[in-house]
Nanobody, 124 residues
Framework: QLRLSEFGGGSVEAGGSRALSCVQS????????MAWFRQLPGKEREGVAAINTADNSPWYGDSAKGRFTIAHDGAKNTMYLQMNRLKPDDTATYYC?????????????????WGQGTQVTVAS
């Protein structure tokens, strides 16, 4: 069974940077496509970025383009999200996802496995 654990959340001032990581453990057979999502209370879980871990091809949601970078290190079974030029609107709980079942890579319905989430708070 695949387990996902996010690290790196915390508080940061607007304009600053934060790096998140997602460590995969257990069975990693379903990690060809992985993604980062974020969610505010009462809101839909939004796709931030996705990656093909076979060749590190990235996809980005509109909110992440030009500011965030997704990466994956197969040797460490770890996915990363480098977030730069953070804004207060980026405040959310960030989740990593795996177990892609087909469908759009930034659609939450396309993933079966989720981490517990890590909170990022951007102060204005």
């Amino acid at each position: 069974q695949l387990r996902l654990s996010e690290f790196g959340g915390g508080s940061v001032e607007a304009g600053g940077s934060r790096a998140l990581s997602c460590v995969q453990s257990g069975s990693t057979s379903s990690t060809t496509f992985m993604a980062w999502f974020r969610q505010l209370p009462g809101k839909e879980r939004e796709g931030v970025a996705a990656i093909n871990t076979a060749d590190n091809s990235p996809w980005y949601g509109d909110s992440a383009k030009g500011r965030f970078t997704i990466a994956h290190d197969g040797a460490k079974n770890t996915m990363y999200l480098q977030m730069n030029r953070l804004k207060p609107d980026d405040t959310a709980t960030y989740y990593c996802a795996a177990g892609w079942t087909g469908g759009h890579l930034l659609d939450r319905k396309s993933y079966q496995s989720w981490g517990q989430g890590t909170q990022v708070t951007v102060a204005s």
